[in-house]
């Protein structure tokens, strides 16, 4: 039966001191979107929820220089309008744009889509290709943890039951990268990823590739660096036949599973013919 | 075991302001539709795949099913109730009538409040920008070209 508590801290004191007290038994809510289908389904029980919306910590968006930093109820929508983010960041731009649909995105928030950490989320990949860092605040104090270490597995994150993810760091690109993010799903909106990809190229200017990222989403049990892919295109002028051999690593690197969306086959096929289509984006 | 607390709140939902007494866990869909008996906001899925129990909230287009109605506490909610001016139809209630956009009209109430959020933010949208507008709205009936149309001709009638 559905039945919980409901409370809004009204600082991140107060939040991380109930955290601590109620432990495995609170969970934060921020948009909802997914905590609140989880919780009717069945799925998750909680016995008191804390809602962290209007915590003033954990909002906003500021350009500090040589990196962004959001914080963690930071609606998607949000990122998905803010010209910082599109100037500096363009793929999460991108990947704020096709989360769920305009209503899941006028709620759900950053920092939900990554402690949620499901494997097809759609912000992780971009996050990660750019170096994000997470900023974790609870009873023993603060700690910053790259997003790269901090997905553990479906749903698993290694946030500590008294911490709260409160802010996220992104470093910016250099410029002279070119970077693009995708998304493939049934359908165009309302669609959990079947696959989703980001990764940016620095080529020199005659075009040789200096350093590369690719980390691909929804194919394995967390987003993954392709990075196989990654050191075979190193040094390499990217032709048509050096793109179509890293797709391939790509898609040998991923391990995608069979479920309702999709078979393994047919994801690491479109692994394979996605990943190519995003390094010749790439490499315009 | 019973979790449950209970908010005094207030919501303001088509410029009228309501005391309730509500449960912690009681979603702002189920609150409307049971507690103000305001069913125009339909129940489809509860849990935001289908758009059907869109409404505004503070302006902007959210899934209530998804909210707690104690977090609505406050806030300025517009329901389907809320888009005609007593019995004056709004030009894009009109608009789904003339065009046929309305077969069932389970997902009528959804689709029309997306269109008044898209026609507020941009009066010309392109049918592109319409078709994105509306797809967060899942429809049955029509297969969506008359509700597109219906939404595409105000988007020209304006210019």
Partial sequence: ???????????????????????????????????????????????????????????????????????????????????????????????????????????????????????????????????????????????????????????????????????????????????????????????????????????????????????????????????????????????RAVMQEAARMAASESRPISDIRGAEQERRLLVEVWTFQLLQRLTK | MNNVSHHNIVLTVNGKDYSLEVASDRSLLDVIREDLHLTGTKRGCDKGDCGGCTILLNGRPVNSCLLLAVQANGQEITTIEGVAHGSELNPIQESFIKHGAVQCGFCTPGMILMALSLLGENPHPTREEIQEAISGNLCRCTGYVQIIDAIESLAQASK
Avoid at chain 1, 68 to 81: F, T, W
């Fill in chain 1, 1 to 239: 039966m559905v039945s919980f508590d409901y409370i809004k801290p009204t600082s991140l004191k107060s939040l991380i001191r109930d955290l601590a007290q109620v432990k495995s038994e609170g969970a934060i809510l921020a948009g909802g979107t997914d905590l609140i289908v989880r919780i009717r389904s069945g799925l998750t029980t909680r016995r008191v929820l804390f809602d962290i919306n209007d915590l003033q910590e954990m909002n906003g968006i500021s350009n500090e220089g040589d990196c962004l930093r959001m914080g963690a109820a930071v609606r998607i929508q949000e990122v998905a309008d803010s010209n910082v983010v599109r100037n500096s960041a363009a793929i999460l731009s991108l990947a704020a744009t096709q989360l769920g649909s305009t209503q899941i995105r006028n709620r759900a928030t950053l920092g939900g889509n990554i402690v949620g950490a499901s494997p097809a989320a759609d912000m992780v990949p971009p996050l990660m290709t750019m170096g994000a860092r997470l900023r974790l605040q609870g009873q023993q104090g603060d700690r910053e943890v790259l997003l790269e270490n901090f997905i553990k597995g479906p749903g698993q994150t290694s946030i500590r039951t008294d911490e709260v993810l409160t802010d996220i760091i992104v470093p910016k690109l250099n410029g002279g990268c070119q970077s693009h993010f995708l998304k493939i799903g049934r359908r165009k909106a309302l669609a959990i990823s079947v696959v989703n990809m980001a990764g940016w190229i620095k080529a020199d200017q005659t075009g040789l590739i200096e350093d590369v990222r690719i980390v691909l989403g929804a194919v394995a049990p967390t987003a993954v660096r392709a990075g196989e892919a990654e050191a075979f295109l190193k040094g390499k002028r990217p032709n």
